[in-house]
């Protein structure tokens, strides 16, 4: 099969390009390269044994996508957005512009190509402030910031588009918290500037990038009084992507799955597993909470198991390891000298 994969440069993309890519199917990626560069499209190639397409464009223009359309495409996996709370809240306008518009002019370029299948990169910030865990599909969606309002924004754009198509396959996949990295340690996350997320920040005060990690309160009525997450292994994500594609290529509608491992995790709890798995120390204070945080969170997976035959394989120790020896080998992640 041959696969258009936007955003395919970038953290999560790049994991699936590798796992689709080992599992025979054409990837193509299509990329702005605005947050992942072009030595991670190479590192893909050396994993996957082979070339990997690349076309640099950006979803807003039409003809950047009509290039990538021109070849032939079976299925659409729409990975490319800005991905940032706290930049959606200074720049609204522009995730509003990236994400919406982007994703209403790929759905033209995809409808003007014939291409009727696509698997669509949501997120548990769709639920909010759900006040039920483990959370369900059938939860209710609410938007908390900007970034989140295009997430439920493009999945109702996805699930209307799809309503109006009978042929259409739309997968919206609502990711907890991934983490980690390929096992090889040659791909993985690689933030501009301060992390904004738990697990980048913790391998940067491993490796004394950084001095010490805040974690965001300690009062939460928690079992340690920590947030607790539901952290998932970027290579189980992927896995499950390429699932997501089989159940598009043979199936009709638009539906919305969780995924994640379905067990939740506090901030310290991750800390420990972190240094007993790996040895590495990370110095920790406990301040204030951070805003807009939810005192736990995690997902019930068992649609996912149904629909897509697709379960979490990897525990948080797993997580943890792979996570710091990326971190060791690529000490400034992609930024190489
Ligand atoms: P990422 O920033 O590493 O990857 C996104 C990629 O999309 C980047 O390579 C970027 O250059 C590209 N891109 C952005 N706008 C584009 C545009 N207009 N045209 C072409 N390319 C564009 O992010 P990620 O962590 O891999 O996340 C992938 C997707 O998953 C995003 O949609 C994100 O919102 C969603 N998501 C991520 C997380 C997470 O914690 N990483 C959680 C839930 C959902
Ligand atoms: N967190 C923290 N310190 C940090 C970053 C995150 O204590 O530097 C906590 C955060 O409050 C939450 C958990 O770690 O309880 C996961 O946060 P992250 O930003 O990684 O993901 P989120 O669940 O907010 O999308």
Redesign the pocket.
Known sequence: MKILV??????????TCVALGQLGHEVVV???????TRV?IDRMAELVGRPVAFIQ?????RR?LARAFAGGVDCVI??????SVGESCSRPLTYFD??IS?TITLLQAMEAAQVSRMV??????VYGNSEQVPVTESAPLQATNP?GR??LIMEELIRDYSASQPGFSGVL???????GAHPSGRIG??PTGTPA?LMPYVTQVAIKRREQLQVFGGDYPTRDGTGVRDYVH?VDLAEAHASAVRWAMTQQGCIALNLGTGCGYSVLELIRTFERTTGARVPYRIVERRPGDVAELWADVSMAREVLGWQARHGLERMCEDAWRWQLNNPDGYQVA
């Open positions: 936007c955003g395919g440069a970038g953290y999560i993309g790049s994991h299509f990329d702005n390269l605005s947050n992942s991670a464009g950006d979803i807003r223009e950047d729409h990975f490319a957005a800005l991905k990236n994400n982007g669509f990169s949501s997120s548990a910030t970034y295009t997430k996949l609502r990711y907890f918290n991934p983490v996350e690689s997320n970027v």
